[in-house]
């Protein structure tokens, strides 16, 4: 199971964050995520992909296997739609004892355009059979973990893969897929952590029985303790995330801020329901006023707050969180896990406010 | 000046490790760096830039100061070139001890195609007076370094300014400059390190005195010592990267390949000179051979080669180096300096070969 550590980083946990890019929080001004700025999480490596060779096979439990090339695919009803993506780890490094893996501070999340076709009519032309119970999914990034040498794969219950709002997707913000966001093909599961979003698919097979591979039996499960099998990840808990405003420090990122009112930013989401609620505090969390929303631009896209901010000279700390409509909130502290997942504690931003020139 | 740091890797430089993006080395296959595979650096903020308020300032020491628009600078002559471009401090977490400052392994580079206008004839139309010594180009990024409030700076002596290749851009890769690579316009100067392609572009001042801003005097300087003030850094030292062969473990990034002839590829680059030769040994440098070149696309581009590496069961650590037409070539072990920068030690891949099968 997974090396358990406190404190600073191992140069091994640094080469997976030196690989695996983080969203600047300053882009969170952006209602869709630029290209190059979304989160990244490789679990091996960006496979090489020859898309005139490329094929995605649809098998298992159908009465009619089906092969599609990227012209097949581009052929089909296409839609659009604005999805956030979240990595399960995002806030791992915040956790303590936190275990081995890629050390997300807070920035593993995105908010793009992606545009593709629906899966359910490809499973329906399939002729999904009898007893299918899940629906897995296979991605050519292929490595060694646990001593496994394994694809990519995670499967989805039936319900979750016949959903109306599950996509093959080809294009991220009007462009095909970039190679690390898994050209030519990727699976967008709106609402669910990262780890389900299969990039590089190659493969989706209709399965009989649930499936148990790695990254179900042995990762994205909330575990207390290393004997604990845990309950598997799925939907994204809500978070609300600023851009830290006022200016930074290099190398000390600490935020330096002009005193009188300052117009603070955000973005808030949930897999759980539509965002209801965005409060901000500037005292570390003592006490919390209502931001204002703006709504999202879709079902399962963030949405936009802002707060204004009389700031004082001084030291302050900003805190944002946020509650979805089934009354999922942030907690002040998140919930210690193994695996150090979907650790939503609200986002803690020190400031630094100076006093008033002249 | 720079606190020092063994080992570990802290929160802050974690801070920025998350922010700054590393291109992942199997990138190194694309003769071109897709958009988002590129190396990012942003000391401070990405500034958000309204396109159409946005104006170019030519001044200083000229006859006539200039003030342009996105429009008018699209209207001129415009060159596309592919250019290297490599982070100064590409390898100082490799560096012991290190000072506190983004903790680069060895991903902080990209060959990109930037599109855009000569600077010289620019320089031309407003009419450097006599006593012109250097250009400084200021950008929009703005953060506090050693107790200074101030936006991102950096000169170039006049000779080099003038340079046939320098180039105001704004596209990359055919498209218009993403966010945080500068929109919407930055500098390009093939040949040097990162930190002299000013992004966020706003202001170019023709100068009678050498600049003396922060990141001439305090930064980017070769020092042995606290107390050296050391010499500029300007174009970049050799350096070969071969994307790692075989598949990765995860979460430790360990290569594990097969037994056999295994194609090892990479890319090879010095702003110095030509690349003449890149070598390759599988015994950690004990023993090196000589590696196939394929010829740069252009004067400052990467070059590639490949190696045809007999694989045979066990534990291997794989190495490359190249040489340049002025003969410079990668130390085995790095020249250390205060900043750590420009270390362009020779690349170790720990590489694990299986038994053969059956």
């Known amino acids: 199971m997974a090396e358990m550590r406190t404190g600073p980083i191992g140069h091994d946990e640094l080469a997976l964050a030196a690989r695996n890019h983080g969203m600047p929080l300053e882009a969170l ?3 869709i995520t630029p290209a190059g700025l979304h989160y990244l999480l490789i679990h091996y ?3 090489a992909v020859d898309p005139g060779a490329w094929r995605l096979e649809i098998d298992g439990n159908v009465a009619t296997p089906l092969t599609l090339g990227v012209e097949d695919l581009a052929a089909r009803p296409r839609v659009t739609v604005p999805v956030i993506l979240e990595c399960a780890g995002n806030g791992r490094a915040l956790q303590s004892p936190r275990p081995l893996s890629q050390p997300w501070l807070l920035e593993a999340v995105g908010n793009a355009e992606w545009t593709g076709t629906p899966l359910r009519p490809l499973l329906e032309e399939a002729g999904m059979l009898d007893g299918s119970v899940e629906v897995l999914f296979t991605g050519l990034d292929r490595g060694i973990e646990g001593a496994i040498d394994q694809a990519y794969e995670r ?5 979750e893969a016949i959903g109306d709002d599950v996509l093959l997707a080809d294009e991220m913000n009007g462009q095909p897929l970039l190679p690390q966001h898994g050209f030519p093909l990727r699976l967008i599961v709106p609402g669910w952590y990262g780890m389900t979003q299969v990039k590089w698919l190659h493969r989706i097979q209709v399965l009989t029985e649930p499936f148990e591979g790695y990254q179900h ?4 499960r909330f575990a207390a303790s290393e004997n ?3 309950e598997p990840l799925s939907r994204i ?7 830290p405003p006022g200016v930074p420090g290099f190398p000390i990122r600490t935020r330096h801020a002009e005193p009188g009112p300052t117009l603070v930013q955000g973005r808030a989401w949930s897999g759980l329901g539509a965002i209801e609620r965005v409060e901000f505090s500037s005292d570390g969390g003592a006490t919390w006023a209502d931001a204002e929303l703006t709504p999202a631009t879709g079902d399962f896209a963030w949405c936009g707050w802002t707060f204004t901010w009389e700031a004082e000279p001084g030291e302050h700390e900003l805190c944002c969180r946020t509650t979805d409509e089934t009354g999922a909130t942030q907690p002040l502290e998140g919930e210690w896990n193994v695996g150090g997942y979907s650790n939503n504690a609200v986002q803690r931003v020190p400031v630094v406010v100076a006093e008033p020139v002249g």
Chains 1, 2 share one sequence.
Not at 217 to 220: A, F, K, Q
């Open 29 to 31: 001004r952006y209602p």
């Open 155 to 159: 499967s989805l219950p039936l319900a």
């Open 237 to 243: 808990r809500p978070r609300s995330l600023m851009v």
């Open 217 to 220: 039996t042995n990762s994205y």
């Open 45 to 47: 490596d960006i496979p």
């Open 228 to 230: 604990d099998p845990g």
